[in-house]
């Protein structure tokens, strides 16, 4: 594992947060983030004025532009995880979501849940660019290609 990798993973649990609590919440999706695309989080992660502290607060501003006149508010776990790496400064985030970051964090988190014997999926490209579809005899149209993931495991609940 690289140097960085293993920096950025000690400077996540310096940090003194309660078990269970919202901030460390965020640091799991920084976790998962570290595992899914190890080289950029690292390196995003180690900017020494970034803190887990500084993404709950991020977010959590987010939520309240968002809310309008609402008493309480529901952030989707995309938007969630978009605001956070957001925070620490990655470039084209809702892009690299789509395109199969999100969902490579998504498997990241779900190793935890695999019951013990079961391989794990082989997958290596979850989500290509683009497909080909024939509309007629002679055209073709390229259209994005859209992986369905189910969202409902990842709970955001407890971060706001």
Same mark, same amino acid.
């Given at each position: 594992?690289?140097? %960085?990798?293993?920096k ?8 003194k ?14 976790? !998962?983030? !570290?595992?899914a695309?190890? /080289? ?5 992660? !180690? ?15 987010? /939520? ?8 309480? #508010?529901?952030?989707?776990?995309e ?14 985030? =809702?892009?690299? !979501?789509?395109?199969?970051l999100?969902? =490579?964090?998504m498997?990241?988190?779900s190793k935890?849940?695999? *019951?013990?014997?079961?391989?794990e999926?082989?997958?290596? %490209?979850?989500q ?10 002679d055209?073709? #149209?390229? =259209? *994005? ?14 971060l706001?």
């Amino acid at each position: 594992m690289d140097k %960085n990798v293993d920096k950025a993973r000690e400077k996540l649990e310096q940090e003194k947060l309660t078990a269970g609590s919202a901030k460390d919440r965020v640091r799991e999706i920084l976790f !998962l983030w !570290l595992e899914a695309s190890p /080289a950029e989080a690292a390196e995003l992660i !180690l900017k020494k004025e970034k803190t887990v502290g500084g993404a709950y607060t991020a977010m959590r501003e987010n /939520a309240s532009k968002n809310r309008g006149s609402a008493t309480c #508010v529901c952030t989707p776990p995309e938007e969630a995880v978009g605001t956070i790496l957001e925070y620490f400064g990655m470039k084209d985030v =809702q892009q690299k !979501l789509e395109h199969g970051l999100l969902y =490579q964090m998504m498997m990241a988190a779900s190793k935890k849940f695999r *019951p013990y014997g079961v391989a794990e999926p082989a997958v290596e %490209n979850p989500q290509p660019d683009a497909e080909t579809e024939e509309i007629g005899k002679d055209a073709a #149209v390229e =259209q *994005p290609h859209r992986a369905l993931v189910d969202l409902s495991a990842f709970s955001m609940e407890g971060l706001l």
